[in-house]
């Protein structure tokens, strides 16, 4: 075949490109139900825009102050259809998630007052947001106190421990659906709905933010149909469809959306300000790409696990699971593997494939981490790209690729860089 010669000018061994048939199947089992969640939500995407009255006057962009920017608004209105929210703030602005993260817990929450996670501790990031490490301009330093109960050992909510954590002062719960770096799972939508329901049952006046990051577009709901009161995540991610080159969102109830602009931007400037530059025209073909590019990344990722359990590495999830998320974690079990497979997805990319990636600190991360990002947009992560954080248990996370194929490639090269570098046989 053609395109198996074409792997060869890769590297790509014939044994390496022989594992390929299996994984493939294993996508076909998956893809009929992963096809169909794009199609319905590159249709509520396209509803979005045209309900909301898109028009090629939307993709100009304004400077300065950035009154009256009518792409800009726009584009909320049109978020705030796709989340089925009251509001959104979709800013060139917020520079990432953590950024968004930052915005939406600061502009929401006043002195004295709790955030709770009823999931574990957030993702590194957060932690130094939060303050659980000491942090210089951390939510601790203004008086906001953090309590959370872990997920019990079988991965079910601890119902009796979250009771017993809420409080008079809890104000915020805080629900991270992906698992980010973490070994626990992902949550679906249905179960971020039940916990919702659960806790609004016992404090009703609550704030529940989910962070959606790496989830959007993965199931055919989103936690804020199911009662969540905001819902924030990063646009070098799935949302951004790889063509947003910076930006963040929060899509939520009318209150929690403006108290997090007054953040933002500055108090009684809320959301009448901040241009859009040039990135109008960029945010919207991103918002519509979107779904398709998750799912190019489900699929990658599917390919991914089938791979790399067939060559006996633990993988989450399993190849046949259903997925809440773009993340794949693969435990190679020691540094050098975890160097040798992100080196292999780094010769991979389209951009930077020459640069070989080496492990150093990141600003909000406690442990050295190891990054192959060869990406159009620096650092985006639904781009083709993998991270592993050096630490036990050696455990990469590949996500991303904006197109399969690419992401095929990128993980048939971080398998042949382990066999050149002699650290696993075929
Ligand atoms: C990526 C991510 C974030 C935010 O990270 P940024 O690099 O700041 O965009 C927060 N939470 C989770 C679960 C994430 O995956």
Redesign the pocket.
Known sequence: MKSENIYKSFGISDKVYELCDEAEKHIAKRSEEIDRICEYNQLKVIKAMQDSGVSEACMLETTGYGYNDIGRDKLEEVYAKIFRTEDALVRSQI???????TVALSGNLRPGDEIFSPVGL??D??QKVIGISDTRGSLKEYGISFNYVDILPDGSFDYDGIRAALNERTKLIEI??????SDRRTFSVKEIGELISFIKGIKPDVIVMV?N??GEYTEFTEPSEVGADMVV??L??NPGGGIAPVG?YIAGTSECVANAAARLSGPGLEKELGPSLGNNRLFYQGTFLAPNVTKNAMKAAIFAAAIYEKLGFEVSPHPDDVRH?I?QAITLGDADKVISFCKGIQAASAVDAFVRPEPSPMP?YDSDIIMADGCFIS?S?IELSADGPLREPYTVFYQGGLTYEHGKLGILKSVQSMVDDGLIEL
């Open positions: 520079i990432c998630g953590t950024h968004a993260l957030p993702y990031t957060i991270q659906r992906s698992r980010g770096y962070d990051c790496y995540g990063s070098i991610k963040g998320d993340i909000g650092g992560s």
